[in-house]
């Protein structure tokens, strides 16, 4: 299984990193949308991608609507982890094609009980 | 002085042995303030202290004390999921099948703590079973602290307690944000009685229920205790009804009367026939 990590900060995709290894996953990472998606070129397709928000270059919303509008990518399981938290950014996100939505600052107990949603939904 | 990893350890096999829940490493950081209470009771410095009382010793009230106290009040929307699949996808079908002509299904939450449990199932009813809006639906909680019933009426939530266990797209269709916090619809929340319950002791008047869930309740009472209330439960329970436990929570070796049944890896249990 393969996992995606968007997140220009480092120490962020760090944590991100460690623990979707220990969840099993062969971890890719990437500092901003466009490079994500570069990472996509190179490597095919991802099983999960936990993407910020607020990143120069390409944002998170951007970088989803670009790989939900590839026909490859329509299934991936797609989770922003970012520090927005209002009503409508949450909207947004998922209007956009984002299954999940963890609000920063978030505990691995969170990430974890939200992993196992978005991997439970079919 | 605060405690070390090393006391943190302790205290995380104490109550994984005693109590069979698994406390993250993330916990390390609320043992101070859920235990720092509990030392200055006892007449101890600091928790340190207490912790360091604990060690060597066979289980006393004071191991217990400190296992409630590291375990209590850890509740999250659809804790532990499982359950709420075996509801979806087994008890309710079967049930609303049962009920179809009195079209009326009661459920007790008989230690609620800060609502997140009864939410969660009305929740679920709402979004899977449609064909219960006709019906009359009971959804009383109940929980001994005065306390964590408030805040579970308010039903209001921070982020961090939204963020544990509720899917994103749940939090925008039954929530709304006030300030910093998520205040859940009225629609969900009058859908809930909350109520003061003791489990011990004398029961005030229940009435019959079809579901119960009691889930991480009996592990902190002794075997007389939780006999006790499994008996006074098995007396409201509906003959063909059904009682959740938590996982680390069984009928064996009680003198009780149910039956287990199992969905995937959840066991529950139903009432014996008489």
Redesign the interface.
């Known amino acids: 299984m393969r996992a995606l990590v968007i997140d220009d900060s480092s120490s962020m995709r760090s944590i991100l990193r460690s623990y979707m290894r220990e969840l099993g996953y062969e971890v890719y990472e990437a500092a901003d949308g466009r490079e994500a998606l570069k990472r996509y070129d190179e490597v095919g397709n991802f099983d999960v991608v936990l993407v910020d928000w607020n990143m120069p270059v390409m944002n998170g919303l951007e970088f989803i609507q670009a790989l939900r509008a590839r026909v490859e990518c329509a299934k991936v399981k797609l989770m922003m982890v970012t520090t927005e938290?209002?009503?409508p950014r949450?909207?947004e996100?998922?209007g956009a094609g984002?299954d999940?939505?963890?609000?920063k600052?978030?505990?691995?107990?969170?990430l974890e009980?939200?992993i196992?949603?978005l991997l439970?939904?079919g | 002085m605060p405690p070390t990893n090393a006391e943190f350890a302790y205290v995380r096999d104490l109550v994984k042995n005693a109590v069979a829940i698994a406390l993250g490493p993330e916990r390390e950081y609320l043992m101070e303030a859920r235990l720092a209470p509990i030392a200055e009771q006892e007449g101890f410095t600091c928790v340190t202290e207490l912790v360091r009382s604990l060690t060597g010793k066979t289980s006393t009230d004071l191991h217990w004390k400190v296992i409630e106290a590291m375990t209590t009040n850890e509740t999250s929307f659809f804790r532990d999921i499982k359950p709420f699949e075996a509801l979806r996808n087994k008890v309710l079908p079967q049930l609303i099948q049962n009920r179809e002509k009195e079209r009326q299904v009661s459920v007790w939450c008989g230690a609620c703590s800060t609502g997140q449990e009864p939410y969660s199932l009305s929740i679920m009813l709402r979004e899977h079973f449609p064909v219960l809006q006709n019906w009359k639906i009971k959804i009383l909680a109940t929980d001994i602290s005065n306390d964590v019933l408030r805040k579970a009426q308010s039903g209001r939530y921070t982020q961090l307690e939204v963020n544990r266990g509720l899917p994103a797209q749940l939090l925008i269709k039954h929530f709304r944000k006030e300030g910093t916090e998520w205040q859940i619809s009225d629609a969900i929340r009058n859908m809930v009685e909350f109520r003061r319950v003791n489990l011990i002791g004398t029961w005030p008047p229940m009435p019959n229920v079809d579901i119960v869930l009691l889930r991480n309740v009996l592990i902190y009472f002794p075997v007389e205790t939780k006999t006790q209330i499994l008996r006074n439960m098995r007396r409201i329970l509906r003959p063909d009804s059904y009682l959740f436990m938590g996982t680390a929570e069984t009928t064996v070796n009680l003198q009780v009367q149910y039956d287990p049944e199992s969905y995937q890896t959840v066991t529950y249990y139903r009432p014996s026939p008489n």
């Open positions: 938290n209002d009503f949450i909207q996100a998922l984002a999940e939505f963890v609000m600052p978030f505990t691995l107990e969170v009980q939200k196992a949603l439970s939904q």
